[in-house]
């Protein structure tokens, strides 16, 4: 099968089924649960905590600090062996957006970063990867956030809206975690998909996310220096610029780049979707190599792959207010406003793979914006909040407030709400939004549109 083919059978919903896999159960109106397969086991309650952040990406760990700052005992639950998220694992490395009034966590972790000597030398938006790990896990510890890594949410239990505990698993086996405050910053709305509360996934019409890209590292070699190269017979080389995906490059430290390769059609949400979504970015990926090697004769060898492909979109929780791109598009402020979106609608299309955009060219700019703590409230839940990519959004309007500054905003802001929803003893809900901004803007974040 060729890549016109391939591509056009992913277009029809089958390109994971191409590749031996299904690209989204939901797409196909299948449902893979079987459910008669349940077994049952006792699980210790190993942690007590106020407020359980699940993720570790920018949002979880702004989250996790904020929330501690406030005087919350605070528990993050992050599947990998660091924090990070796409920042780190998916190899995005770059901040964008505005990089000041973000609030003081940001303004710590970028502190961090400059004392490492580890920002801006390329851009000024550009950090080190790994030293970023190092100084997300060093912020949370500082203040006291208790951090479980290789640790995976799985279930929840849930009663009448509210969530009482959580079931993870790490080395030690499926535990679990009691709170008052949950926090789903996992991406793809994980906690808020296992009890069943409303999510959104995608465009309106077919579910189809905003594509994902895989980001891979390259160092420059002298002359003949021997490294891998795609061999004869693998996959489908290209030959030709037209055949190229969307491909970004940018420079990476001394002697190196970072080249971003769009990896369209996937559902971050599916387990087997996800798994394809790997396999076809590796894939590209030496297809792209073999390319730069062959016919533009670069003196590249890869160095690395990011060990998790770069997802955009996976599902958002439906919170008591779905930001819209008209109020995007509008500035529009809100009494409740406790985070700014200043990044312009940066939404690829899902069903391609060329830099092409779902809006036209000239509209892809935006005022800025403001996003409500209602966006940050779970709709069917009394004890869930929610930050980063999993918030409550459509999907243009998440193209714009993906990004990591506007993330930490939503991070910062979900972590002061839920410590205050803790210390009041009341539910996320009947939180004042104007005593939670107020608190917001005192540690830094600017708000003004
Ligand atoms: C290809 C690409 C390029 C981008 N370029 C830029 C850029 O240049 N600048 C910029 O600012 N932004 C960029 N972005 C956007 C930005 O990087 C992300 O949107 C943002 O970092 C997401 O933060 P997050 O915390 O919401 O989610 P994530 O970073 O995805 O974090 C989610 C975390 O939750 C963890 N997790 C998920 N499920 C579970 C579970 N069940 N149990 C435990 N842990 C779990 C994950 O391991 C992860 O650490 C880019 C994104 C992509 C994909």
Redesign the pocket.
């Known amino acids: 099968m060729n890549r016109r083919e391939l591509l056009r059978t992913a277009a029809a919903g089958g390109l994971a089924a191409a590749l031996g896999t299904r690209a989204s159960s939901q797409a196909q109106g299948e449902d893979s649960s079987p459910e008669e397969l349940i077994w049952t086991r006792k699980v210790p309650v190993r942690w007590e905590t106020d407020v359980a952040v ?8 702004t989250a996790a600090a904020a929330a501690a700052r406030s005087g919350a005992r605070v528990l993050l ?4 062996a660091v ?5 780190t ?2 190899g ?1 490395a ?4 505005e990089m000041t009034g973000q609030g003081e966590v940001f303004d710590e972790i970028l502190a961090g970063l400059r004392a490492w000597n580890a920002i801006g030398h390329e851009r000024p ?1 550009v950090f080190h990867y790994e030293t970023l790990a190092v100084v997300l896990q060093e912020l949370l510890l500082k203040r006291n956030v208790k951090l479980l890594l290789h ?4 279930d929840a239990r849930e009663e009448k809206g509210r969530i009482t505990e959580i079931l ?1 698993c790490g080395k030690s086996g499926p535990e679990a975690v009691r709170a008052r405050q949950f926090i789903d ?4 709305a ?1 906690l808020a998909r296992a009890v069943g509360f409303a999510t959104l996934k995608g465009r309106p019409e077919d579910g189809m996310q905003l594509p ?2 895989m ?1 891979y590292f390259v160092r420059h070699v002298d002359g003949e220096a021997q490294g891998p190269r795609l061999p004869e017979g693998w996959f489908h080389p290209v030959r030709r610029e037209d055949d190229l995906p969307m491909t970004s490059v940018w420079p990476d430290g001394p002697g190196g780049n970072a080249i ?1 390769i769009k990896i369209p059609l996937f559902d971050a949400t599916d387990t087997e979707g996800i798994t394809a979504a790997e396999i076809q970015g590796r894939r590209r990926m030496w297809e792209v190599m073999d390319y730069h090697q062959q016919v533009e004769k670069k003196p590249w060898l890869l160095d690395h792959c990011s060990p ?1 492909i ?3 979109e ?1 599902a958002r929780i439906v919170g008591d207010y779905v930001l819209s791109v008209n109020d995007v598009r509008a500035g529009r402020a809100f009494d409740d406003g406790i985070a700014r979106g200043t ?1 312009y609608l940066d939404g690829h299309k899902p069903d391609d793979d060329k830099r092409t955009y779902i809006l036209p060219e000239d509209e892809l700019e935006v005022p800025p914006y403001q996003i409500p703590l209602r966006s940050l409230i779970a709709r069917d839940g009394k004890n869930l909040l929610m ?4 918030f409550s959004c459509d999907q243009l309007a998440l193209s714009s407030a ?4 506007t ?1 930490a905003m939503m ?1 910062q802001a979900a972590g002061i709400a839920a410590a205050l929803a803790v210390e009041k003893g009341c539910d996320a809900h009947d939180l004042e939004g104007a005593a939670v901004r107020e608190i917001v803007e005192a540690r830094s974040a600017r708000l003004e549109v």
Request: aromatic share 8%.
């Open positions: 699940i993720g570790g990406g920018i949002a979880g760990v639950v992050e599947r990998f924090t990070g998220g796409m920042l694992v998916g995005v770059n901040f964008c957006g938006s640790t995976r949410f799985v993870v910053c996992s991406g793809e994980d994902m890209s980001i971003k998790h770069g997802t955009r996976g990044f930050a980063g990519r999993c993906r990004v990591s500054t993330g991070g």
